[in-house]
């Protein structure tokens, strides 16, 4: 299995398949979701269609990973750490809500 290991736990793997003919039904997905890829992508001659699903890719399973490891991280820090701590903007802003 592809994400056996830890360090593939944020990561989004895109499989290339070769195109199914018009005439056949398109395989399932599942034995390469289970397998640890993220997305199946049939494989295409245009380089602006290929392009555009890297950059659907990077706005949303990317940018989705990228939050969850920023998330785990400070998750994993607050466990370790015994004072009061602050998250802020980057403009060292504090954001109060009540609710």
């Known amino acids: 299995l592809i994400r ?3 360090p593939s736990e944020n990561t989004v793997i895109l499989v290339v398949v070769p195109q199914s003919p018009p005439d056949q039904e398109e395989s399932s997905v599942l034995p390469l979701l ?4 993220s997305r199946r992508f049939a494989e295409c001659s245009s380089v602006s269609v290929c392009y ?3 950059i659907q890719m990077q706005h949303g399973e990317v940018r989705c990973q990228f939050k969850l490891r920023a998330c785990n991280s400070i998750f994993a820090a ?15 802003v504090i954001q109060v809500r009540y609710t």
């Open 4 to 6: 056996a290991t830890k």
């Open 34 to 37: 289970c397998a640890g890829f």
């Open 52 to 54: 555009n699903e890297l």
């Open 78 to 92: 607050l466990e370790h750490c015994g004072e009061a701590v602050e998250i802020t903007s980057e403009n060292h």
